[in-house]
């Protein structure tokens, strides 16, 4: 299933991402590249592709999207991982009488960690800028250049989102371009052509490498903007980690018993993008809304749009032998995976689809309270996605629920009269005054 990129969501579904043989040939070697802007290197003699060069013009290496199982993550080295952030939550009751944590109070956890780094930022700074920065001669090119990488690929596969952060500031634009990229190459290892070859142990190097671009030590140019970025922003680990456990999670689940499973799996894969793009994107400095409720309503976004991609497309996971519905939900229904994999539209499935689609309507609604709340610089995109990717619901509906055979999409007509609509929705500025997410 590949994930739901919340902010980022034209993204054609039929695309494939050609493969850089560049950054293939330098995961072979071990070359490393040293770029973040903290921690550029200092040695004119760096070296480029396995050779040593002295002046000159330097050459990057140009990551692949598609960060091939089979090379991605087998060069340079490992450093020693930070311990796991367990998450320590409420309690619930399971049906065997034992006691066990819930998935929303799990992320909640992970929520509330993003939130106090950025309010820690913002005691610090009054304001959510981006941080100074240490500019090494001689190398400010290759970053911007990294950066400009991240746009071209952003603009290439998510043309009408690329379009919307050319309204946010330079900085900002940048650096969500960086998580975009990021976020594609991950769902790519899963998704992508070379998924056959995935193993966990690829997916260990690749959050060791996660773990690199945090310290300051990027392997390619695509991995050097993001590694920029989290230097620059209060961007915190957790959500991006938290992604490549739901790529694990691809690799050997396929039924979720109940919601609380698949909450957990459309948090890993979807909702985890708003909390990485939340302290980029920025709140309104006249918002009156909690940190935290702000960050909740970006979860909401991500996890709707997943739901609506898990609703879509129903009948292609089905031939691949899988089922993101909610088994227990399924047998209320008296419906089974049997039901499913036959593929028949019957009014047992119209009335579960309904509800089904009713609940991902819900968390879109609650998305919608938070987006007034960003920078206003930020809200078009991100309302953009939301009222797009909501319209795909209307599409099932139109289909008369046939999810099996039918792909519910919305026409380019419908997504060019809906992004005025945004636009004008984005201009509306928070409500000062009775926000349902004010503070209290």
């Not at 090494?136 to 990488?149: H, I, K, M, Q, T």
């Not at 993101?324 to 049997?338: G, I, M, N």
């Not at 991100?382 to 046939?402: C, G, P, S």
């Not at 009269?417 to 509306?428: E, Q, R």
Request: aromatic share 10%.
């Amino acid at each position: 299933m590949s994930m739901s990129v919340a902010l980022l969501w034209v993204v054609s579904p039929t695309s494939e991402v050609s493969n850089g043989t560049g950054f293939l040939d330098s995961v072979r070697e071990g070359n490393r590249v040293f770029v973040s802007s903290r921690f550029l290197a200092r040695d004119r003699n760096l070296k480029w592709n396995g050779r040593i060069m002295k002046g000159g013009r330097q050459r990057w290496n140009f990551g692949s999207l598609n960060a091939d199982s089979r090379y991605a993550c087998l060069g340079g080295s490992r450093t020693e991982k930070e311990g796991t952030f367990s998450v320590q939550s409420s309690l619930v009751a399971s049906p065997a009488g034992e006691m066990t944590a819930s998935s929303e109070k799990k992320v909640y956890d992970v929520v509330l960690k993003q939130a106090a780094l950025v309010k820690r930022q913002l005691r610090s700074t009054d304001e959510l800028e981006v941080k100074p920065d240490i500019v090494v001669p001689g190398n400010l090119g290759l970053l911007s250049e990294a950066y400009d990488r991240c746009g071209e690929v952003c603009a290439e596969y998510a043309k009408t989102f690329y379009l919307g952060t050319k309204l946010m500031t330079p900085e900002r634009r940048r650096a969500i371009w960086a998580i975009y990229v990021w976020c594609r190459r991950t769902d790519e290892l899963v998704d992508g052509p070379n998924a056959s070859h995935i193993t966990p142990q690829a997916l260990d190097r690749w959050e060791a490498r996660l773990e690199d671009i945090f310290s300051g030590r990027p392997f390619d140019m695509l991995d050097a903007a993001l590694s920029d970025t989290v230097s620059r922003f209060p961007v915190d680990i957790q959500p991006f980690r938290d992604m490549i456990e739901g790529m694990r999670m691809d690799l050997w689940k396929s039924r979720y018993n109940n919601f609380d499973e698949l909450y957990l799996y459309c948090y890993y894969v979807a909702g985890t993008v708003g909390l990485m793009s939340v302290p980029v994107m920025g709140i309104a400095p006249e918002s009156k809304a909690t940190t935290e409720s702000v960050y909740n309503a970006a979860l909401a976004l991500g996890l709707a749009n997943q739901l609506t991609n898990i609703l879509r497309d129903v009948g292609e996971d089905a031939r691949r032998g899988r089922v993101y519905l909610p088994q227990d939900e399924l047998a209320q229904a008296e419906l089974s995976d049997e039901d499913i994999f036959a593929g028949k539209v019957t009014d047992k499935w119209r009335n579960f689809m309904k509800k089904q689609i009713q609940r991902a309507r819900k968390f879109f609604d609650e998305s919608e309270k938070g987006v007034t709340e960003l920078d206003s610089a930020s809200r078009w995109p991100v309302l953009a996605a939301l009222l797009l990717y909501r319209k795909i619901l209307d599409e099932i509906e139109a289909n008369d629920y046939n999810n099996f055979t039918r792909r519910a999409y919305v026409s380019k007509p419908k997504k060019l009269l809906t992004l005025p609509i945004a636009y004008a929705k984005s201009l509306v500025p928070p409500n000062r005054t009775s926000s349902p997410l004010a503070k209290t």
